[in-house]
């Protein structure tokens, strides 16, 4: 009688196996990190001076720019002082940047061509509203009233971060009527702080465009980080 024996051998996985399973989990854990860094973040009023140099420095997220003429603003070259301008060049380099029509906050004169929905199409998913309306007229007054009533119907977490020069600064950058244009920009702080659930309130000095974005940025990653810690706290207590 003959009896057939099978014995299974369990060999030992190969070390170059065990470290291409290491790196696969690594890779995604990482590429899921970098996922949930990335914020979709909305600048009204980048087509300025401070948002020329702020924009590149944000090219880890995806910005939304609300300009109130984006066909200007990213023609080849400039065509008109009124509007603000970025340009075609700057967007290539910039591929993280895209421009969006809005009303600006004046109904009554509204210029760009697709303007409608600008609150669905760039609030409603923003992570952060960086608020760099230029001018100390009323239409900066204006702007802000309409950023925090949209932001508050579609999308009320979302958090502001307001820039402004210091009070003793305003001479500098725009002579004439300094009382009446600092206490515009308290309002337009007051109007952010009191109605927004999360909202930071920037005072910077004039013509120090560098150190002005150093400190935007700062604000933006720190209340991600505390966004992140709150989700594992979140998470951990679930």
Known sequence: MTVNVTVKVNRPVPTWTILLLVWSVI???????????????????GTGRLGRILLPKLQDHDVTVLTRNAFLAAAPSRVTEVF????????????????RDWDGGDL????????????????????????????YTNQREMATERLVRESLRVNPQVLHVTVNLKEEDIPQVTPGMVTVKAKRILDCENMVRDNCFNAACLRLEANREEEACAQICKAIDSWQMEQQEQEKKDSISK
């Open 84 to 99: 603000g301008f970025l340009g075609r060049r700057f967007l290539a380099k910039n591929p993280h940047v895209r421009l």
């Open 108 to 135: 009554l004169d509204i210029v760009g061509q697709d303007f409608l929905g600008w609150q669905e199409d760039a609030l409603e998913k923003a992570d952060v509203v960086v608020h760099l309306v230029g001018g």
């Open 27 to 45: 890779l995604a854990s990482s590429t899921v990190f970098l996922q949930a860094s990335a914020l979709n973040i909305v600048v009204p009023g």
